[in-house]
């Protein structure tokens, strides 16, 4: 056997134990036990994004400002532990997913679920590194380091230009996550075969409706960063507690931004439906 026949047998190897290991008993429990930490997350957000939509909050809104809420009640701690637990095995399976999965899909629809996974994975370890911090008392503002590091880029040589593109990308990346939602295709990933009628429609509407809003509260993200490039003002460059703090600031803003944060409630929900009915 040649050494290149052997690194491929050894390759489809260790993917099938990793294939394996994620297909675990254990590990699709802590994976759908994952998406209801993520629920939790989104719900917290989307009523902190009420309370400053009515005047009543002046904490951070966003991820890490709705853990360190959750971790400043009775018990926070030890839920938000939970909740990053669950986060991080949300990580490890689209890990593997990025890296052997997709295995139902062929050419370039599998490169880009791969491609996919692999972003996932990134946002759930941050997630999860960030709950871990915040449990064990070192946890930062996630809004003050997105305007730190806009700064520094700004202060560099053709740091606006790039400031300005990430912004467009960012921008683009809510418009898709939006239409994504819009025309369901968020479906193609739930067992659809085990829903009821009643359980199809609500999936169909909450998943409509939340990746709706979180697409609307990206761009508004986008939008800034390019303000933040273009006004040479980092401090416009706060993340989704910038985004959400501006669109309360603009006319009927309460009302807008109450209709945003009813979307992520509603992607709290539908995270709970994938708790049980995403393909695992």
């Known amino acids: 056997m040649t050494a290149s026949h052997l690194g491929a047998t ?3 190897q260790a993917g099938g134990t990793a294939r394996q290991a994620v297909r675990s008993r254990p590990m699709r429990a802590l994976t759908r036990f994952g998406f209801i930490a993520y629920a939790v997350m989104h719900a917290l957000v989307g009523w902190l994004a009420l309370q400053i939509a009515w005047g009543g909050s002046g904490r951070e809104d966003s991820q890490s400002g709705a853990f360190s ?3 400043a009640h009775p018990l926070g701690r030890v839920l938000l532990f939970a909740v990053a637990v669950g986060l991080a095995a949300l990580a490890v399976w689209q890990a593997v997913a ?10 370039r629809r599998r490169a880009a679920e791969r491609f996919m996974s692999a972003g996932r994975t990134v946002v759930y370890a941050a997630l999860a590194w960030t ?3 915040i449990v064990a008392g070192s946890g930062t503002s996630s809004a003050q380091k997105q305007e730190s590091a806009t700064a520094t880029l700004i202060s560099s040589t053709g740091g606006r230009w790039l400031v300005g593109a990430v912004g467009l990308a960012v921008i683009g990346f809510g418009v898709g996550m939006a239409v994504y ?14 829903m009821g009628p009643s359980a199809e429609r609500a999936v169909h509407t909450l998943g409509a409706v939340g990746y709706a809003a979180k697409g609307v509260a990206f761009a508004i993200v986008g939008v800034l960063l390019i303000l933040a490039a273009v006004h040479h003002d980092p401090s ?6 910038a985004a959400l703090r501006a669109l309360a ?8 931004l109450s209709v945003v944060a009813l979307g992520f409630l509603a992607f709290g929900a539908f995270c709970l439906f994938q708790s049980r009915y995403r393909r695992v």
């Open 10 to 12: 050894t390759a489809r």
């Open 69 to 71: 809420t959750l971790a």
């Open 98 to 107: 990025a890296a052997v999965g997709h295995t139902d899909e062929e050419g």
């Open 131 to 133: 709950a871990f911090r």
């Open 181 to 194: 939602g819009l025309l369901g295709k968020f479906e193609r990933k739930l067992d659809r075969s085990r």
């Open 236 to 241: 416009r460059s706060r993340g989704l507690d």
């Open 249 to 256: 600031a603009q006319p009927f803003g309460p009302w807008l």
